[in-house]
């Protein structure tokens, strides 16, 4: 009884957390819908599923509207993704897509409206582009144990599309670039008193930014003094998406005294691209484990957990999205195995080596000295799964 009494004390002492888990761009490029019509979406990301189930909340972007449209709109840079892939990802155990991104319009106001309609149906929450103004700047509230974490998405491109003038009409948040003008996008400044006037009503606010030089690994300098003027502002961390390849996680000093997370660029998570070349840099992706917790002084960030993830392309156009480390360990299983062909070691030993090569190029993104001494265990950019 008394050990029971005890137990139930430290239970009710504990302080509230939530661990929240971002990745990168999930893009249904034509190759990965044919397939996926022919065997469905769940193998793509059935690997990952355990994953995404640990998290408490798990938020990735989703860079195509969501249409049942018999014709949708389709060219080499005009993306579409059918209702089945939300409720795949549902499965899998994603809770939130970001759709505040580029290509947020290429099927025009009414994709706005069906992907927000689709994903509701699928039992996922969205952020970002919405049927309206108003719900488009919104930020969303993800809640555990009371700590509430607000969660902001814009995007600084938009394909050459503009925001309507009617408040009404469906709506993407979009910061953009100067030289780079969109149609009801907000100043850098007006974002910036936004998130200042956001940040106090949650105990933490994440912004899931789309931005940055598509396959470029360094983030621009403006995007890097954006961030700055954003943290400052209140936002706790920044989330980027948009260049397809990884960009460096930093820490960020705050006007508060505080630090901040800015994680310029995740990749992607499932694209077609570099579906030739398994060594390549566009099959680099990231999941970011974040554990946040409330104290006495407030909430702070108490981990930061990188997960090396990538495109494995399989025959007949089928793909899956697996840990860099779940590679790493059927290939070490493999290579234990008695009596193994010749053809199967070669393969495995080639899996293992270029698994190997990945997991050390993401470790070249958490150099930043001072995300080291914020969270000294990031510094190895490989998580407990891989161990």
Known sequence: MVALLVASLALAQAPPRVTLLFGGDVIPHTPLREAAARHGWAPVFAPLADTFAAADFTVLNLEAPVVSLKKPEQETLVFWAPPELPRALARAGVDVLGFANNHSLDQHREGIASTRAFLADAGVRAVGADVDEAGAWSALELEKDGLRVGVLAFTRFLNGFNNRPDAGLPH?????????????????????????????????????????????????????????????????????????????????????????????????????????????????????????????????????????????????????????????????????????????????????????????????????????RAWPGVGGAVGPEAR
Do not use: M
């Open 172 to 372: 993407v948040p979009a910061v953009p670039y100067p030289e780079s003008p969109i149609g009801g996008g907000r100043t850098e400044a007006a974002t910036v008193d936004l998130v200042r006037a956001l940040a106090p009503r949650f105990d933490a606010l994440i912004l899931f930014v789309h931005w940055g030089q598509e396959y470029a690994h360094a983030p621009l300098p403006r995007d890097r003094a954006f961030a700055q003027a954003l943290l400052d502002a209140g936002a706790f961390a920044i989330i980027g998406a948009h260049p397809h390849v990884l960009q460096p996680v930093e820490a960020l000093p705050r006007a508060d005294g505080g630090v901040g997370l800015v994680a310029f660029s995740l990749g992607n998570l499932l694209s077609n691209q570099d579906a030739a070349d398994e060594r390549g840099v566009r099959r680099d992706g990231l999941l970011l484990r974040l554990e946040l917790v409330r104290r006495e002084a407030g909430v702070t960030l108490e981990g930061v957990t990188p997960l090396p993830v990538t495109v494995e392309h399989l025959k007949a156009r089928r793909a899956r999205v697996v840990l860099v480390a779940q590679q790493l360990a059927e290939a070490e299983v493999g290579l234990a195995a008695p009596g193994l062909p010749k053809v199967e070691r070669r393969r495995l030993e080639r899996q293992r080596e270029v698994a190997l090569q990945r997991q050390a190029r993401v470790e070249r993104f958490f150099q930043d000295a001072a995300l080291r």
